[in-house]
C-alpha cells in the first residue's frame, strides 16, 4: 500500500475533526465521561483493529484515549489503511 501525499493526507483530515498529521501518524484524543467508555471504545476499536489486520498505538489515561495511526508495513508511514481506521475509530466513538 503506497504512502500518501501530504495534500491526500489533508483531504482525508478535512473529514476526521480533531485528527492530525505528524511525524508520519495520524493522532487523536477522545475524551469520555468516564473510564468505563473509555475502555468500552478501546474495546471497540480492538475488534475492528482485529478484522482490519491494522492496529492503533492507543494510550488510555482515565476518560481519555489517545489513538495513533501509522502503518509499519510501509516504514511507519500515513497510507489508506490509516485513514480507513482513523474513521472506524470515529464510527466507535460516536457509537457511545
Same mark, same amino acid.
Given at each position: 500500500?503506497p504512502?500518501l !501525499?501530504?495534500?491526500?493526507?489533508q483531504q482525508?483530515?478535512?473529514?476526521l475533526p480533531?485528527? !492530525?498529521h505528524?511525524n508520519?501518524?495520524?493522532?487523536?484524543?477522545?475524551?469520555?465521561?468516564d473510564?468505563?467508555?473509555?475502555?468500552?471504545?478501546v474495546?471497540?476499536?480492538?475488534?475492528?483493529?482485529?478484522?482490519?489486520?491494522?492496529?492503533?498505538?492507543?494510550d488510555?489515561?482515565y476518560?481519555r484515549v489517545?489513538?495513533?495511526? !501509522?502503518?509499519?508495513?510501509?516504514?511507519n508511514?500515513v497510507?489508506e489503511?490509516?485513514v480507513t481506521l482513523?474513521?472506524e475509530?470515529? !464510527?466507535?466513538a460516536q457509537?457511545?
Amino acid at each position: 500500500m503506497p504512502q500518501l !501525499s501530504e495534500s491526500e493526507i489533508q483531504q482525508a483530515l478535512s473529514a476526521l475533526p480533531g485528527w !492530525s498529521h505528524a511525524n508520519n501518524t495520524l493522532t487523536k484524543t477522545f475524551t469520555l465521561p468516564d473510564f468505563a467508555n473509555a475502555i468500552a471504545l478501546v474495546n471497540g476499536v480492538a475488534e475492528v483493529a482485529e478484522k482490519q489486520g491494522h492496529h492503533p498505538d492507543m494510550d488510555i489515561r482515565y476518560n481519555r484515549v489517545t489513538f495513533t495511526l !501509522s502503518t509499519h508495513d510501509v516504514g511507519n508511514a500515513v497510507t489508506e489503511k490509516d485513514v480507513t481506521l482513523a474513521r472506524e475509530i470515529e !464510527s466507535e466513538a460516536q457509537a457511545l
